[in-house]
């Protein structure tokens, strides 16, 4: 069946950069997804990746994928105490007109110091 | 408008108690979720809703009942709960075919 893992913690100073990774079994996912979580809220997207590409940046934000290892991972730069929340990866399988079916990682806590 | 709202916010009911979250999008969306999130723990799949139809039950117990009245609109109805339902559950919303599902700040419930 489909599974994502995800290391549960990380620990980086304010400034450095901030990778976190995230290996997935289903090879026929289309998209890959990260979302975060800050404590008592919802999930933000926060980025994804069309199992196509290799690579896509967005501001502080940079996605790799390995698609022949299913590797995934962010790469946060410029690290800011406000990037403290729990991350997920996710991957998704769509179904035709009828919605897709997210399984997660199980989050990795992102923790920034001064 | 790209934000889905849920009410309320939080929500303490006892396990005799009928009461019903609400989640709201105005993007057009045509496919809604609900997912239950424990504590330290990723969103786990309830249920899907496309085309106001629903598509996909993850073996939801009956007690949890979901109604999706139109397309910005849907619905957990919730009786008889116990008091390991107490989680956050959250909504999201998606266009049809699925990708960039997008969520809700989600309504904490707690079950006595």
């Known amino acids: 069946g489909e599974d994502v893992e995800q290391s549960l913690f990380l620990s980086v100073r304010e400034g450095d950069s901030s990778v976190i990774n995230c290996t997935y079994t289903?090879?026929?996912?289309?998209?890959l997804y990260w979302y975060k979580q800050e404590p008592g809220a919802g999930l933000q997207l926060l980025t994804y990746i069309f199992s196509n590409m290799d690579m896509k940046q967005d501001q502080r934000l940079t996605v790799l994928l390995n698609k022949k290892d299913k590797h995934l991972s962010l790469r946060i730069a410029d690290t800011q105490t406000g990037d403290s929340a729990i991350y997920f990866c996710a991957e998704s399988t769509m179904i035709y007109n009828q919605g897709g079916k997210l399984i997660f990682g199980q989050g990795t806590e992102l923790s920034v110091k001064p | 408008d790209t934000e889905v709202t849920q009410t309320p916010k939080h929500l303490v009911m006892g396990m005799t108690n009928k009461k019903s979250l609400k989640c709201e999008q105005h993007m057009g969306h045509r496919a809604m979720y609900w997912y239950k999130q424990k504590a330290k723990k990723p969103p786990e799949l309830m249920f899907v809703y496309s085309y106001e139809k629903l598509s996909i039950n993850e073996s939801v117990p009956s007690r949890f009942s979901p109604e999706c009245p139109n397309s910005s609109l849907l619905n957990l109805h919730l009786h008889a709960l116990q008091p390991e339902d107490s989680a956050l559950y959250l909504c999201?919303?998606?266009?049809?075919?699925?990708?960039?599902?997008?969520f809700g700040p989600g309504t904490r419930l707690t079950v006595l």
């Open positions: 999201a919303s998606s266009q049809a075919r699925g990708n960039e599902q997008f």
């Open positions: 289903d090879s026929s996912s289309t998209y």
